[in-house]
């Protein structure tokens, strides 16, 4: 699906992946870290430790002052990043580092703003030359999305939109027919963080929105350790775990290399854990 510029996105590469897992009949495992956390250089390390331990998928998140999807775990990576002066460029090498090191589907979640202030077409056409696969967008709706879209398609980039449990059939319709790449089920109304449970809301939304679309669903928000991911794994496409892997890394603030060891053990862990079957 390559655009002009000769420069490809790896949106074919997220949707082999996604398939190859369901042939096997279990989940993906999404990760996702934000970029430069906690430095630049250690947040590519910590970005391919998880790919290397189990992840599918990878979601790097370009670091945001006002992130309304976020939690608190999320938001704290996200300000040692911003301290640091983490820029869009930072975001663009971590994507094209971690996807070289691995040859795994490596996406970008951000909000509008900063795409829009770094310019869409040149965004897209940065991302894909990175080998990115494409980008989740959870705040961009989708009557304004045909600007982006249109770049993501010519670049070869998927466009994850998220949906929610508050979302009407016929809106889930909307947006699913937008999106590209998989749909993300948002599990519950709130933001992201580690949850007791991850619950019947969250099983009920995958299945009102598969009923509108032949797209992977992949559920996040609140998924923490491997036997939720094996809840989720039961009825979702796809398993995606950030605030946990933020936490390992937190938890080791001072010793890089122990971060990326804890981040390697949960992405076995949560790998384990979408292979389990009931």
Not at 229 to 247: H, L, P, R, T
């Amino acid at each position: 699906m390559a655009g002009n510029s000769g420069t490809p996105g790896n949106i074919a590469l997220l949707e082999s992946v996604l398939a190859d897992a369901r042939a096997e009949k279990r989940a993906a495992l999404v990760g996702y870290l934000p970029a430069g956390f906690p430095t630049v250089d250690g947040g590519i390390r910590a970005v391919t430790a998880m790919l290397e331990g189990g992840c599918d998928v990878v979601e790097v998140g370009l670091p945001h002052s006002d992130p309304v999807l976020d939690g608190p775990v999320i938001q704290t990576a996200d300000d040692i990043a911003l301290r640091a002066g983490v820029k869009i460029t930072d975001v663009i090498r971590t994507v094209r580092e971690a996807h070289a090191a691995t040859g795994a589907p490596v996406l970008c979640m951000t909000y509008w703003n900063p795409v829009d202030r770094y310019g869409v077409e040149r965004f897209a056409a940065d991302l894909a030359a990175a080998g990115g696969a494409g980008c989740i967008l959870p705040d961009l709706p989708v009557e304004e999305s045909d600007v982006w879209r249109k770049a993501a398609e010519e670049h070869g980039l998927a466009t994850v939109f998220v949906v929610a449990p508050s979302s009407r059939d016929a809106r889930l319709a909307k947006i699913t027919a937008a999106g590209s790449g998989f749909v993300y089920a948002a599990s519950l109304m709130g933001v992201t963080g580690t949850r007791e449970s991850v619950g019947r809301e969250a099983q009920e939304l995958v299945g009102r929105t598969r009923a509108t679309t032949d797209l992977p669903v992949c559920v996040g928000l609140g998924v923490s350790n491997p036997e939720q991911a094996a809840e989720v794994a039961q009825f979702a496409d796809g398993v995606i775990v950030g605030s946990a892997f933020v936490k390992r890394m937190l938890a080791e603030e001072d010793d890089l290399e122990a971060g990326l060891a804890g981040v390697r053990a949960l992405a076995g862990e949560l790998a384990a854990g979408v292979r389990k079957r009931r």
